[in-house]
């Protein structure tokens, strides 16, 4: 791994840990000065540091977190992978958690159906792009029965 990725993971933890360079200072038993040298690429801790900070940032897997990736690829945190794994086991919120985040706003848009089971609760809903939404308003009138 290289330096400029150790500097970048460990403020990236750091931030996502809510503490400022002087509190992780103060928790190892060196000066903020040197954890953002740290962070700067200025610097660059032990072995033994490094496995310090992965405490104090609750890393549980080293490797994984500090991994060189291509460009198109990116690491996520632990809070990040639970966040997936939550949208993916709840996909009736996913167009609300879309919809709340601004993703695909565009492209997506939901629908619910008029239509009512014998028991009077909704019956579903339909997701439609927004190019079928914009077909159906401009659709020509009709008389025809369905």
């Given at each position: 791994?290289?330096r400029e990725t150790i500097a970048r993971v460990l403020?990236?933890?750091?931030?996502?840990?809510?503490?400022?360079?002087?509190?992780?200072?103060?928790?190892?038993?060196?000066?903020?000065?040197?954890?953002?040298?740290?962070?700067?690429?200025?610097?660059?801790?032990?072995?033994?540091?490094?496995?310090?900070?992965?405490?104090?940032?609750?890393?549980?897997d080293i490797l994984a977190e500090f991994r060189e990736?291509?460009?198109?690829?990116?690491?996520?945190?632990?809070?990040?992978?639970?966040?997936?794994?939550?949208?993916?086991?709840?996909?009736?919120?996913?167009?609300?958690?879309?919809?709340?985040?601004?993703?695909?706003?565009?492209?997506?848009?939901?629908v619910y159906r008029a239509a009512r089971s014998e028991?009077?609760?909704?019956?579903?809903?339909?997701?439609?792009?927004?190019?079928?939404?914009?077909?159906?308003?401009?659709?020509?009138?009709?008389?025809?029965?369905?």
């Amino acid at each position: 791994m290289s330096r400029e990725t150790i500097a970048r993971v460990l403020r990236r933890l750091r931030l996502q840990s809510g503490l400022t360079a002087n509190e992780v200072g103060e928790m190892i038993g060196k000066s903020g000065k040197t954890v953002n040298a740290w962070e700067n690429n200025r610097g660059q801790p032990d072995a033994d540091m490094l496995m310090c900070l992965c405490d104090v940032y609750n890393v549980k897997d080293i490797l994984a977190e500090f991994r060189e990736v291509e460009n198109d690829v990116f690491t996520v945190s632990h809070h990040e992978k639970e966040v997936v794994t939550a949208y993916r086991e709840n996909p009736d919120m996913q167009p609300a958690v879309d919809r709340l985040l601004g993703v695909n706003k565009d492209k997506k848009i939901t629908v619910y159906r008029a239509a009512r089971s014998e028991d009077g609760e909704e019956d579903g809903y339909v997701e439609f792009t927004q190019e079928q939404v914009d077909s159906l308003i401009n659709a020509p009138e009709t008389d025809d029965d369905f």
